[in-house]
């Protein structure tokens, strides 16, 4: 007995499951031209700039391309001692093609990120190279300056050598791969990013919970409340939300300044004297009180969507049944609720781990967040694959989040609306 | 063991919402211990408040609830001890049927192994041993709606409250399930008040029905003298099919009176009439007017057949009689002796007893 005289025919003779895919088919292109757009859109404007991002990070290939002849000549050097008279000749001659293409500055500058003081010691090689003569490059070279007789910075150029460098990675955690290629800690005075993750990440978590604990009795207040008063409500929480960012951020700078609203109503009530008025804005506080404000619809409306389809006969039953108010409410409304939760938390924690305006604007030097640092890289120092292994370093983060939410939780769990 | 006929006592009770319109007006209702009492009324009639004032829910403006001769409109809902079955059940989603069981025992501090053998016992009476670590989710409707039952009786409660409990169910599911309470109701002696707005429902489950509209009760008895013996036009009318004249009454005496309708005069039973040129309505149950009948009887009319509707073990014929052209008559089907067809002019008759002289619509 084969298989094929098991198949099942259709009326016409054609083999049943033959007939079903050529039926199927039609329905399968129709469904996947729908989606196409929104594959495409999301293909050009989320997998492919995080696909050059992710590339960015790890790029070196820029230090690689200007100095071939270096690093082929530093392929024998093994890097104790100064370097021979062919790396140095390499060397002159590599730089001396950058200069007549006038490409020079950005090799400055690559260097420099690697090793501080490179900047200077190229422009003066860059003046003193017209009067080189002919040979023995090693000892004009070091002429130039005595840095150029330290090996540390011929090391420092061979570390650009290789086409892939985590080097960024390292320097966004405060750390560096020294001169023997360990990776080591950078002095502790220079160790801002490791700071910034971790306020970054604190500020994420206590926002979280300070909308967790407003958000619930507003969220069951609109679950429970007659039509009327409920529509008022949500308008009321939805009211900011429509409100631009910018607008709601500057409405709290008014009021939280040391002139402001809120200080001067301290000072009215007596409770802080006229000369010493605490200082709410450029710092901590001020990003607390900004992000929770803004964050909190966020949690509002998950929790909102799930209290909904909470019936009030459970609570009644749970009351009727012998439990307290409150072991009614922690027995059967809770646990009921913890799908909104969840979508709630991850919702704000995530959206506030990369949050960038409100802290820029009312964080000040102890409020500022990690997102303001590739900002800042992306804007000010142009050093664009740090602010990428930064962003990316970001991204990872919110999906380890997410696994470790999966795996707590369940993802099939959180409701959204 | 004497029972006490006061087990619940509603006293005096008003119920307002809004301060305007009385949901509730002035409710006197005893219910005996062990008694299963069906509230049933439309909806809107106020017998869902009566309820939830006595599950603690709501509390009443004025008047005051007993339970056991102890007031209880100042107790909370947790600690009237009350059990309830709920419309759409309300079994908690989260736990499972062995959890919802022991809800009410855990909060009440009982041993674990008082709570499993009392969990055992009130599943395998509403015969659902073996389901313990489904959740509610998983079951029917029918099982979910058994787990709610069982749930409520669990913690031993002295007063049962089901709200339309068997709303959800499909028709036979609901009958069965009918028996169902009804029976569990008899073996433990547990004090059931129903709520319901399905007549066949209260009819076949309770000892006595209140009979709720407009806020009051109309009508407090046992099912069947509710349904032969209704006391105003409501309750006949809310109760069963019954036939209706509009007339006034021209003439009462030796406990029957003469009413005079549009076309003609009938004689019937003066149950809410007192004098001559009272207005009222007659009602007459179906199966109580007889077509050609053996015995004599004081109504006598003809009607013409103006619809046949056949419905298996009866049939119901339409009639014109004395002007009132909705007049039914249930035939049984295997009466062949009749020339039921359309067009048709019958004798049908009736007693004066079967039909009352009420108040008028």
């Known amino acids: 007995m084969s298989s094929e005289t098991k198949q099942i025919l259709t009326t016409d003779g054609i083999p049943l499951e033959v007939s079903l895919k050529k039926a199927e088919k039609k329905n399968k292109i129709k469904a996947f031209l729908l989606v196409a757009p929104l594959l495409l859109f999301l293909i050009i404007t989320y997998i492919f700039p995080i696909g050059e991002m992710l590339f960015r990070s790890v790029d070196d290939r820029m230090v690689t391309n200007m ?56 422009k003066k090689l860059q003046r003193k190279m017209k009067k080189f003569e002919q040979g023995n490059y090693k000892e ?61 990440l604190e500020i994420a978590f206590f926002v979280t919970i300070l909308c967790f604990l407003m958000a619930y009795p507003i969220a ?23 409100t631009s960012l910018l607008v709601r951020t500057a409405s709290w700078m008014i009021l939280l300044q040391q002139q402001g609203i809120v200080n001067d109503f301290f000072v009215w009530i007596g409770l802080v004297g006229e000369e010493n008025r605490p200082e709410m804005m450029y710092n901590k506080t001020g990003t607390y009180v900004a992000m929770t404000q803004i964050l909190l619809p966020f949690m509002v409306l998950p929790l909102y969507s799930v209290m909904k389809t909470i019936s009030p006969s459970l609570m009644r039953a749970g009351k009727s049944l012998g439990g307290t108010p409150f072991v009614a409410f922690w027995k059967v409304y809770f646990p009921l609720t913890i799908p909104g939760i969840g979508a709630g938390c991850l919702l704000v924690f995530i959206l506030a781990i990369g949050y960038y305006i409100t802290p820029a604007l009312v964080g000040g030097a102890s409020g500022t967040l ?48 | 063991m004497s029972k006490n006929s006061e087990f619940v006592k509603f006293d005096k009770v008003d119920k307002s919402y809004d301060g305007k319109v009385l949901v509730v007006k002035d409710l006197n209702l005893d219910i005996s211990e062990g008694e299963f009492i069906t509230m049933l009324g439309p909806s809107g009639s106020g017998k869902t408040t009566c309820l939830m004032m006595l599950a603690g829910f709501e509390t009443p403006t004025n008047g005051e609830i007993y339970l056991d001769s ?39 501090k009982v041993s674990k192994d008082d709570i499993d053998k009392k969990v055992d016992k009130a599943l395998s009476m509403v015969s659902l041993t073996g389901f313990e670590n489904r959740m509610p989710g998983q079951l029917s409707g029918g099982q979910q709606q058994r787990v709610a039952v069982a749930r409520a009786l ?66 407090l008895s046992s099912p069947d003298k509710l349904y032969e013996e209704p006391v105003n036009s409501f309750v006949a009318e809310f109760i069963g099919e019954n036939n209706t004249f ?82 039914i008559l249930k035939v049984p089907n295997s009466s062949q002796n009749i020339d039921i067809k359309l067009g048709n002019t019958i004798n049908i008759s009736w007693n004066s007893t079967d039909a009352r002289a009420l108040d008028p619509k």
């Open chain 1, 140 to 200: 004009q070279i070091m002429n130039v300056h005595k840095r150029w007789a330290n090996v540390e910075y011929w090391r420092a150029i061979k570390r650009r050598a290789p086409d892939i460098t985590y080097s960024k990675y390292l320097k966004a955690m405060d750390m560096y791969e020294n001169e023997d290629g360990k990776i080591s800690q950078v002095s502790e005075d220079r160790r801002v990013h490791r700071i910034l993750w971790l306020r970054t």
């Open chain 1, 220 to 242: 069951h207040l609109l679950a429970t409340l007659p039509m009327k008063y409920s529509n008022l409500l949500m308008i009321c929480v939805l009211l900011p939300f429509w």
């Open chain 2, 70 to 108: 102890n007031p209880i409109s100042n107790i909370p809902p947790h600690k009237r001890g009350i059990g309830m079955v709920f419309q759409n059940y309300a079994l908690f989603p989260h736990m499972t049927v062995y959890e919802n069981l022991a809800f009410p025992l855990k909060v009440r």
């Open chain 2, 154 to 219: 669990v913690f031993d409660p002295a007063v049962v409250l089901m709200d339309e409990p068997l709303g959800a169910l499909d028709k036979n599911l609901r009958e069965s399930m009918q028996y169902e309470i009804k029976h569990i109701h008899e073996s433990i002696g547990v004090t059931v008040v129903y709520v319901t707005h399905d007549q066949g429902e209260a009819l076949t489950m309770s000892n006595r029905i209140a009979v709720f509209n407009d806020g009051k009760v109309q009508q």
């Open chain 1, 67 to 122: 100095l071939p002849k270096t690093f082929k000549a530093m392929e024998k050097w093994d890097g104790k001692e100064l370097p021979p008279e062919e790396v140095f000749e390499a060397f002159y001659l590599d730089y001396k093609f950058l200069v007549e293409k006038k490409t020079f500055g950005k090799l400055a500058t690559q260097l420099n990120y690697e090793k501080n003081g490179f900047k200077s010691i190229l």
């Open chain 2, 246 to 327: 509009q007339g006034e009454v021209s003439d009462i005496s030796n406990g029957k009176c003469k009413v005079k309708l549009k076309e003609g005069e009938i004689v019937a039973n003066p149950i809410n009439v007192k004098s001559k040129g009272d207005k009222t309505t007659v009602s007459i149950r179906p199966e109580r007017a007889l077509i050609n009948p053996s015995q004599k009887m004081d109504n006598n009319y003809k009607g013409k057949i103006e619809e046949v509707i056949y419905h298996g073990d009866h049939t119901r014929v339409r009639l014109n009689v004395l002007g009132n052209s909705d007049f």
């Open chain 1, 370 to 417: 990690i997102s303001n640092q590739i900002a800042f890289h992306m804007k000010s120092t142009l050093d664009w694959s740090f602010a990428s292994a930064m962003g990316l370093m970001l991204l990872t983060g919110v999906l380890v989040i997410y696994w470790i939410y999966n795996k707590l939780v369940g993802v099939d769990n959180i409701k959204l609306g």
